[in-house]
C-alpha cells in the first residue's frame, strides 16, 4: 500500500513537474521585478534586493532533503559556474531560496553547499528565514512557479527552472534547471546582460 502511495505521489510530482515547465516556457518572463525581499543566507548574512541590484544573477528554488531533483539541479548549477569561470565571467550572483525553510537553517544550507564541486562559493546565496507559507507566495507571485508541501512526506513540490534576473531585478528569461540545461544559452544571456 505505501509503496503505491509512494508511486502516485512521484507519478503526482514529475507531472507537475512538467506541467509547470510548459507553463513557463509558455508564460512572459518578467513583466515586472522581483519584490523586495530580505532574507538569511547559508553564511548567516541579510540578502536583499537592494545587495543584490546592480548585480544580475540566477534563481532557483530547492531544499536540502530533497530526494529527487535538487541534486541534479545543484550539479547543474555547479556546471554552469564552471562555464561562467572559464569564460571570465565574473558579475553575477547564484541565489537559492530553500523551499523548506523550517528545517533548512543557514547552518544545514551551507553544509548543504559543501556537497557539491563548487567552483566560487563566494558568488552563492542559499536563502532562508521565511515561512513555507511565504516562499510559496513568493515564487508564485515573482517567478510564476510553484511550491506546495507534500502532505505524506518529507518532501515539497516545486519546480525545475533556472531564472536569470538583470542588474535592476528584473526576471528576463527562464530555463530548464533540471534535465537539457542550456548552459552555453545561460552564458551568453549573461554576458549581454553584463554588457548592457
Same mark, same amino acid.
Given at each position: ?10 507519478? &503526482? ?18 513583466? /515586472?521585478? #522581483? ?9 548567516? !548574512? ?10 544580475? $544573477? ?14 541534479? =539541479? =545543484?550539479?547543474? =548549477?555547479?556546471? *554552469? ?7 571570465? *565571467?565574473? @558579475?553575477?550572483? *547564484? ?8 528545517? @533548512? ?5 551551507? !553544509? ?11 558568488? $552563492? ?14 515564487? /508564485?507571485?515573482?517567478?510564476? /512557479? ?9 518532501? #515539497?513540490?516545486?519546480?525545475?527552472? &533556472?531564472?536569470? #534576473? ?13 534535465? @537539457?540545461?542550456?548552459?552555453?544559452? *545561460? ?10
Amino acid at each position: 500500500m505505501r509503496q503505491t502511495n509512494g508511486g502516485t505521489e512521484l507519478r &503526482f510530482f514529475f507531472l507537475a513537474v512538467i506541467g509547470l515547465s510548459a507553463i513557463l516556457i509558455l508564460s512572459a518572463c518578467g513583466s /515586472s521585478g #522581483v519584490k523586495d525581499f530580505s532574507y538569511t543566507d547559508h553564511r548567516n !548574512e541579510t540578502i536583499s534586493m537592494e545587495k543584490l541590484k546592480g548585480t544580475p $544573477w540566477i534563481a532557483t528554488f530547492a531544499f536540502t532533503s530533497c530526494e529527487t531533483v535538487c541534486p541534479p =539541479m =545543484m550539479f547543474n =548549477m555547479t556546471e *554552469i559556474q564552471e562555464e561562467l569561470k572559464a569564460s571570465g *565571467i565574473e @558579475d553575477y550572483k *547564484i541565489v537559492a531560496f530553500s523551499v523548506d525553510p523550517t528545517v @533548512d537553517t543557514p547552518e544545514k544550507l551551507k !553544509e548543504y553547499l559543501t556537497q557539491f564541486s563548487v567552483p566560487d562559493e563566494s558568488k $552563492w546565496h542559499m536563502l532562508t528565514g521565511y515561512t513555507p507559507e511565504q516562499i510559496t507566495e513568493f515564487a /508564485s507571485e515573482n517567478f510564476e /512557479s510553484f511550491v506546495k508541501k507534500d502532505p505524506n512526506s518529507n518532501q #515539497v513540490i516545486h519546480g525545475t527552472s &533556472f531564472y536569470l #534576473v538583470d542588474q535592476e531585478g528584473k526576471v528576463t528569461n527562464n530555463y530548464d534547471g533540471f534535465k @537539457d540545461v542550456p548552459v552555453d544559452e *545561460i552564458r551568453e544571456d549573461l554576458e549581454n546582460l553584463i554588457e548592457k
